[in-house]
């Protein structure tokens, strides 16, 4: 799906932190590299010094990228606003950690 906002930005409004924006970039710059795609729920808000860059924690879904295509037109959609359980094998929580100078997530799984 084309879209003008960052590839896992839903809203405009997400737009306006770009603490957040650069951490959705930093993530699916990860996710492609490990054949996935990121797609951003929400953030606890809290903006982290992470390997020289101003980070935040993310909730969203890594989801394989043969899936994700599909996945993105019921998300632009907000599937997740009316099925609380949309995606829940992929819905992850995201922290980052300096890991040699490099900014890294850490994922943990929201649902068991």
Not at 32 to 49: C, I, N, Q, V, W
Request: with cysteine; aromatic share 14%.
């Amino acid at each position: 799906m084309q879209s003008s906002l960052p590839s896992g930005i839903r809203s405009t409004g997400d737009l306006r932190y770009d603490d957040l924006v650069r951490s959705v970039r930093l993530m699916n710059e990860y996710c492609e590299s490990k054949g996935s795609r990121f797609f951003l729920s929400t953030s606890d808000g809290g903006t982290f010094d992470v390997a020289g860059m101003h980070l935040m924690d993310l909730y969203g879904w890594v989801v394989p990228i043969g899936e994700a295509e599909s996945f993105e037109k019921e998300w632009m959609a907000g599937a997740d606003f009316r099925d609380r359980d949309f995606g829940e094998q992929w819905y992850q929580a995201i922290v980052w950690e300096d890991r040699d100078g490099v900014a890294t997530p850490v994922f943990l799984k929201c649902y068991e």
